[in-house]
C-alpha cells in the first residue's frame, strides 16, 4: 500500500497545518496503519541548523543529525512515524543535489529545468521517506499557495496526484475562516484560496478550516458549493480552550479519518484512540499549579523553546499539576541580587512581571555570550535555595560554570564559547571542533549513548544504565577539571560509552539538581512524557507543598 496525503494551506501562515498534518497522522494510526510523515520547506537554506531562533523558532533534530523545521517535533509528538533526514526537504537541499547532477554531467548536456529536473529531485525525496512497513505518506507543504517559494513543491504535489490517480494521492487543504464584526464568518477567503489551488491544477479533495468556533451545516454547504469539496469532506479545526492535543480527537467526531480512508480506498478498521482519551481525562484532572522558571535567551518567542514547554506540558499531566511557565530573560537576572528578588517573587526586574516565587528552574540550550551570568544567578539561587533545577545542554554547562565559581572559588571560571582569556575555562570546545569552519550540520548532532551512574537522579529517571538522547552542541565539560569538580563534590552521573566525556552533572545535597548535555525534550510525548522532565516537575510539586 502506497497513499500519499499532500498537506497545503492558504490564506495565511500559521494556521496551524503541521498540528492538523500530524493529529491526521495520530487518527490513521489510531486505525492500525504505518504513517510517514514528510516536511517541505521552500526556503533556500539547506536546513534550519543555522537559522536564528528569533525567525524561524527551536532547530528539531532527529536520531541521525539532521537539523529541522520544528513541525517535525509536533510530527514526534502526534505520531510514531520514526523521522530522519530524509523526512525534512527543503529547496536548498532540492536545488544543491540538482546542481550537483548538473556539474557531473548527469543531465547529459541537457538544459536544467524547474519542470521536470527540480520536480522529479522533489518526488524522489519524498518516495525515500517510504519504507517496507509504511502504509501512508503524509506530506507538509511550507508556506501558503500562491507563495513564489512553494510552487515547484505544489507542481510536484500535481503530479503525483495525477501519476498515482486520486485513488492513492489526496490533497489537503488547510485555509481560514476569519470572523468580522460580531461573529460573522467569512468563507471568501477560503473560496479564493481553493482557486488558487485549482490555479496550479490541484483540485483539494479534503477542506480544513482553521474558524474560532465549528461551522454549521449551511456553512459547510456553502463551503462545498464553491469548492467544489464534497460537503462531508469539509471540516473544522476551531479553537481549542484546552490543548493541541485534543484535536485529534475533535477530527475524529468529525469522522475526518473515515472520509481519508474512503477516498483512499482502504477498508474501513477499527480506531483505537484510547491513549489519547487517557492523557485528556489526566488533563483535566489536573489539580494543582507548580510555576517553573524558564531563565533563557530567547524567551520573547514562544517557538525558540517550542520542544522544553511541550515537554514540560506532558510531565505536568503526567504529574497531575497545571504547569505555568514563568519566562525570565536571563539578562535581566545578571545585576547583584537580580535573581534572587526575580525567582522570590519579591520584586519584579524592569520587563517582568511581578509573580509568585518559582517552584522550579530550568535553563534551557542556547548560544552566544548574551545573559550568561544571568544564568548562573538563577542556577546559584536553585541551588543555595534548595529548588529543583534542571539545565539542558547549555543549562548543564551554566551548572559547571557555577560550580566552579562559587564552590571552587574560581572567580574567572568560564566557557571558552564566552571568554577565550578565562584562567579556568570548565567548559572548553570539543576536540573535533577545533578547526571547524562552515558552521551548518557540523555541531555534535543527533543521537548518542549514555552510560549512568546508578543511585543517581539520573538513573532514577530512566530506570537504565545505558540511554540514547540527542545532542546539539560545539561545548563540553572539561576533563581537565574533572577530578576537582569530583573533589569538591559535584556529582558526575552520566558519561559518554567510552567515559571520555561527562554527559551529567547533580548537585549533592539538593532534591533535584540535575544537568544533562542532550536534548530530552526531543523525544517527549503528551502520551509518554520524557523522564527527566517528568521527575523535574516531580519534584517542583514535592517541594512546594
Not at 66 to 71: P, S, V
Not at 86 to 103: D, P
Amino acid at each position: 500500500m502506497n497513499k500519499f496525503i499532500f498537506v497545503s494551506g492558504g490564506v495565511c501562515s500559521s494556521l496551524g497545518k503541521g498540528v492538523a498534518a500530524s493529529a491526521l497522522g495520530a487518527l490513521l494510526e489510531g486505525r492500525g496503519l504505518n504513517v510517514r510523515m514528510v516536511k517541505c520547506d521552500p526556503y533556500i537554506n539547506i536546513d534550519a541548523g543555522t537559522m536564528n531562533p528569533y525567525q524561524h523558532g527551536e532547530v528539531y533534530v532527529t536520531d541521525d543529525g539532521a537539523e529541522t523545521d520544528l513541525d517535525l517535533g509536533n510530527y514526534a509528538r502526534f505520531t510514531n512515524s520514526p523521522l530522519s533526514a530524509a523526512n525534512s526537504i527543503t529547496t536548498g537541499q532540492i536545488y544543491h543535489s540538482v546542481l550537483e547532477k548538473e556539474r557531473q554531467g548527469r543531465y547529459l548536456g541537457r538544459c536544467v529545468q524547474v519542470i521536470p529536473h527540480i520536480t522529479d529531485e522533489i518526488k524522489r525525496r519524498i518516495l525515500a521517506a517510504l519504507d517496507v512497513d509504511a502504509d501512508i505518506v503524509i506530506v507538509e507543504i511550507g508556506g501558503t499557495v500562491g507563495d513564489i517559494e512553494s510552487i515547484p513543491f505544489l507542481e510536484a504535489a500535481r503530479q503525483f496526484i495525477h501519476e498515482y490517480g486520486r485513488g492513492n494521492a489526496l490533497s489537503v487543504h488547510l485555509t481560514l475562516i476569519p470572523e468580522v464584526g460580531e461573529g460573522e464568518l467569512k468563507t471568501k477567503p477560503t473560496q479564493h484560496s481553493v482557486k488558487a489551488m485549482q490555479e496550479m491544477g490541484i483540485q483539494p479533495d479534503i477542506l480544513i478550516c482553521r474558524a474560532p468556533n465549528m461551522l454549521d451545516d449551511s456553512m459547510r454547504l456553502k463551503i462545498a458549493m464553491f469548492t467544489n469539496v464534497e460537503k462531508n469532506a469539509v471540516f473544522t479545526s476551531y479553537n481549542v480552550d484546552t490543548t493541541i492535543y485534543a484535536i485529534p480527537l475533535i477530527f475524529f467526531e468529525q469522522q475526518m479519518d473515515q472520509v481519508v480512508l474512503k477516498k483512499l480506498g482502504v477498508e474501513s478498521r477499527h480506531s483505537d484512540l484510547q491513549p489519547w482519551r487517557e492523557m485528556i481525562a489526566k488533563f483535566e484532572a489536573r489539580k494543582s499549579l507548580v510555576r517553573i522558571g524558564i531563565v533563557g535567551k530567547y524567551i520573547e518567542l514562544h517557538d525558540a523553546y517550542k520542544s522544553v514547554y511541550e515537554a514540560l506540558f506532558h510531565a505536568g499531566v503526567e504529574a497531575g499539576v497545571e504547569i505555568e511557565l514563568v519566562k525570565v530573560d536571563s539578562s535581566l537576572l545578571e545585576a547583584d541580587g537580580a535573581a534572587d528578588a526575580t525567582l522570590n517573587g519579591i520584586s519584579p526586574s524592569a520587563a517582568h512581571v511581578n509573580v509568585e516565587k518559582v517552584d522550579g528552574v530550568l535553563v534551557p540550550g542556547g548560544f552566544g555570550q548574551r545573559g550568561i551570568n544571568g544564568m548562573v544567578n538563577a542556577a546559584n539561587w536553585a541551588r543555595r535555595n534548595k529548588i529543583p533545577y534542571f539545565g539542558i545542554c547549555l543549562g548543564m554547562q551554566i551548572m559547571v560554570i557555577e560550580w566552579a565559581r562559587n564552590v571552587l572559588n574560581l572567580l574567572d571560571a568560564d566557557s571558552s564559547e564566552f571568554n577565550q582569556d578565562t584562567k579556568y575555562p570548565v567548559v572548553s570546545l570539543l576536540e573535533e571542533q577545533i578547526d571547524v569552519k562552515n558552521y551548518g550540520g557540523t555541531m555534535r548532532l543527533g543521537a548518542s549513548e549514555t552510560v549512568t551512574r546508578e543511585e543517581s537522579n539520573l538513573f532514577k529517571a530512566y530506570q537504565e544504565t545505558h540511554i540514547w538522547e540527542r545532542h546539539r552542541h560545539r561545548y563540553e565539560f572539561s576533563n581537565k577539571y574533572r577530578e576537582t569538580m569530583l573533589e569538591s563534590g559535584l556529582l558526575l552521573t552520566g558519561f559518554t560509552s567510552d567515559n571520555g566525556l561527562v554527559e551529567c552533572v547533580e548537585w549533592p545535597d539538593h532534591p533535584w539538581g540535575l544537568g544533562v548535555q542532550f536534548h530530552p525534550e526531543f523525544k517527549s510525548k503528551p502520551t509518554a512524557a520524557a523522564p527527566l522532565f517528568r521527575d523535574f516537575v516531580m519534584a517542583a510539586r514535592n517541594c512546594k507543598h
